[in-house]
Structure formats: C-alpha cells, structure tokens
C-alpha cells in the first residue's frame, strides 16, 4: 500500500479526485465503486466540478455502491444511496444504465447481492474502489469479523455503526442490517483506496496500518494491498509511527 499525506482535507480531496480522474483517461469505460460519508463529499464536489467544466468526461464509466442500510432506497434522506445521486450521480448526470446499488428493500437480499456481483464481474474488474473507514475499522459495512474472502453479502450492524449512523438522520433511526460489497472485491480492485481525515480517525487509521492485520480490524487488509492507496490528511496521520 501507499500511505499519501496530504496537509488538510481540501487537498487529500484533490489528489484523490485526480486518481479518478487520470483513470477515466486511461480507460474511458471505468468501474468505480463510490462510497458515502462526509469524506469522500469534496471529492464528488470536484470531479462534478471537473466534468461541468469538461475537464473530464464519465459519460462511458460505470458505477457501484459500496454499500446501504437494509430496508432503505435513493428516496431515503439518509441512505447510502441518496448520499451517492445527491453528491454525485445526479448533479454528474451519470446515466442510470451505467450504475448499479443494492437493492436493499428486496425481499430476497442475497438475490440483491448476486445481482450486485454480476454486474461488476461483467463490467469489472474495479478500476478503483473507494472506502471509508468506521470508528471500528469497518470498510463498507463489513463490520469486525467479516470474511477477508467475501463478496457482497449483509450481516447485522455492530453498535458503533449503528450509533454513528445515526448523524446522517433528522431523526432517530432504527438501523439493524447491512448490505455492502465484501473484501474480496477490495483485494480483486486495480486500485483499493482508503480515504481517512480528522483526529477522531487517527487511532483506528494507527491501528488499521500498523497493527495486527485481523479481520476484527476489517481495515488492516490494506496492508496486503499492493496497489492500495491510503489517502489522509495531517490529522488522520498523526498516529502513524514513521
């Protein structure tokens, strides 16, 4: 993996906004797994910015989820997937043929996720696959204990998520399963990339990079990426020894 630190947010959002863009370049057809969160915000705000101004063109790209609340849609105000055509798909004007998102109300979820691994193993592989990372070292919802070997799949929330979750809700909401993309795509991605920022990250990014790689910390599989990028600003760093 390589770990870029960058000075404050807006520049880490820079600089993983022009991977993206360099990629489009290099291959016009891309297959991008998009994340949601506060973020990977400024990067969707550029590269919206970027394509308005035609600096890049993603007319022929495609793109996934990485993950959703079970039980929610793109009509849910505080759903992975509102996040993803609020930020992104809708202001980029992506076509809808071009991207795919769990189907989270189905009533056959593993269905949802036979159809989600379809639709990248006959357009993929991941060109570039963006993640976040969870105060428990989750990535997506593949909570501690998810399967290195995983493809999509849904599992119950662990109590932090479902607590932290909470912030992107008007309301109380009532949030017991996921339905994410595995590790395996992580591992199968051209370029599998973390995007961490802010001093509440420091420890679990310290902990994800340089400690025990285990799959009650999801997130230290990308010390056997290769071709990761970990893309962070001074803050979340600051736990980093060397």
Same mark, same amino acid.
């Given at each position: 993996?390589?770990?870029?630190?960058?000075? +404050?947010?807006?520049?880490?959002?820079?600089?993983?906004?022009?991977?993206?863009?360099?990629?489009?370049?290099?291959?016009?057809?891309?297959?991008?797994?998009?994340?949601?969160?506060?973020?990977?915000?400024?990067?969707?705000?550029?590269?919206?910015?970027?394509?308005?101004?035609?600096?890049?063109?993603?007319?022929?790209?495609?793109?996934?989820?990485?993950?959703?609340?079970?039980?929610?849609?793109?009509?849910?105000?505080?759903?992975?997937?509102?996040?993803?055509?609020?930020?992104?798909?809708?202001?980029?004007?992506?076509?809808?043929?071009?991207?795919?998102?769990?189907?989270?109300?189905?009533?056959?979820?593993?269905?949802?996720?036979?159809?989600?691994?379809?639709?990248?193993?006959?357009?993929?592989?991941?060109?570039?696959?963006? *993640?976040?990372?969870?105060?428990?070292?989750?990535?997506?919802? +593949?909570?501690?204990?998810?399967?290195? +070997?995983?493809?999509?799949?849904?599992?119950?929330?662990?109590?932090?998520?479902?607590? *932290?979750?909470?912030?992107?809700?008007?309301?109380?909401?009532?949030?017991?399963?996921?339905?994410?993309?595995?590790?395996?795509?992580?591992?199968?991605?051209?370029?599998?990339?973390?995007?961490?920022?802010?001093?509440?990250?420091?420890?679990?990014?310290?902990?994800?990079?340089?400690?025990?790689?285990?799959?009650?910390?999801?997130?230290?599989?990308?010390?056997?990426?290769?071709?990761?990028?970990?893309?962070?600003?001074?803050?979340?760093?600051?736990?980093?020894?060397?």
């Amino acid at each position: 993996m390589k770990i870029l630190t960058h000075k +404050n947010y807006d520049e880490m959002c820079r600089a993983a906004a022009d991977i993206i863009i360099n990629q489009v370049k290099l291959k016009a057809d891309s297959l991008f797994c998009l994340t949601s969160g506060d973020t990977p915000a400024g990067i969707y705000k550029l590269l919206v910015q970027d394509a308005q101004q035609g600096k890049v063109d993603f007319s022929s790209c495609y793109f996934v989820g990485l993950d959703e609340w079970v039980g929610m849609d793109k009509n849910d105000e505080g759903s992975c997937t509102n996040f993803l055509y609020e930020t992104f798909f809708t202001p980029a004007q992506i076509d809808p043929s071009r991207m795919m998102v769990f189907d989270a109300k189905a009533a056959d979820l593993d269905a949802s996720c036979t159809a989600m691994d379809e639709f990248i193993k006959e357009r993929g592989p991941l060109a570039i696959m963006l *993640v976040g990372v969870g105060m428990n070292g989750h990535i997506g919802l +593949n909570e501690p204990g998810a399967d290195f +070997n995983s493809y999509a799949h849904h599992s119950p929330l662990a109590a932090i998520t479902i607590e *932290v979750g909470q912030k992107y809700f008007k309301q109380q909401t009532k949030l017991t399963e996921g339905i994410t993309l595995g590790l395996k795509h992580l591992q199968e991605a051209g370029i599998p990339m973390l995007l961490a920022s802010g001093i509440k990250k420091a420890g679990i990014v310290a902990k994800a990079l340089q400690g025990e790689i285990t799959s009650q910390v999801p997130a230290s599989i990308f010390q056997t990426l290769p071709s990761a990028y970990v893309m962070l600003d001074e803050d979340a760093a600051s736990g980093l020894v060397g």
